[in-house]
């Protein structure tokens, strides 16, 4: 209640101010209130957009290291292939083709012997493939082995050695395995 007509008066007269600065007020406080909703939709964009920069960065690097997987699996392959291509030609032009009446000068060659003219080209034939050189090699080795022929058993596990040691590096295991081997062929061959 209003107490006294000159306090309704002040009021009366102070109406429109007081409206005015209501409305003032109330603008205010809309403006406020839509200033903190732009605010937290601005950040929830922010979040959004990291959200999906991150993915994409992540997607990026993922499908780089799949691509670059991939290209190191098929070079690999090839090589593969390319050293399969090459054992096969090796196998049938050089030791399978002396065997042959139709192609070859001997009627009757014996293993042994086919051996020893393929045997010879192993390190030139296979000098672009270390690996394929070495395996090739260490077989002939185990072969002559095999036969008490140790003199080119040595030899041809020292070549494969050497090309171990170029295709897989100085610390490789298998150069050690090769490494104890030879000392054990050396032994047999007379070597001491």
């Known amino acids: 209640r209003i107490a006294s007509a000159r306090l309704l008066e002040q009021r009366l007269s102070r109406l429109d101010a ?3 600065d209501a409305q003032t007020e109330a603008r ?5 209130a839509d200033a903190l909703r732009r605010l937290a939709e601005q950040r929830q964009r922010r979040r959004l957009y990291i959200g999906v ?3 994409l960065l992540l ?5 780089s290291w ?3 997987r991939a290209v190191e699996a098929r070079a690999a392959s090839e090589r ?3 050293e399969a291509r090459a054992v096969r030609d090796f ?10 009446p139709y192609t070859s000068n001997h009627r009757e060659i014996r293993l042994k012997d086919a051996l020893d003219v393929s045997a010879r080209a192993v390190a030139d034939r296979f000098k672009d493939s270390p690996g394929t050189a070495a395996a090739i090699a260490l077989t002939l080795s185990d072969v002559y082995q095999g036969w008490a022929d140790y003199e ?7 070549q494969g050695i050497a090309a171990l040691r170029q295709a897989e590096g100085e610390h490789h295991p298998d150069v050690a395995r090769a490494l104890t081997e030879l000392c054990l062929l050396a032994r047999r061959a007379g070597e001491v």
Do not use: C, I, K, Y
């Open 91 to 100: 196998l049938t032009d050089s030791l399978l083709a002396q065997a042959n």
């Open 66 to 68: 799949m691509a670059w």
């Open 18 to 20: 007081r409206r005015s």
């Open 59 to 63: 997607g990026v690097f993922v499908a």
């Open 53 to 55: 920069s991150v993915a």
């Open 152 to 158: 080119p058993a040595l030899h041809h596990h020292q």
């Open 28 to 32: 205010r406080a809309r403006e406020h």
């Open 80 to 82: 593969h292939a390319e």
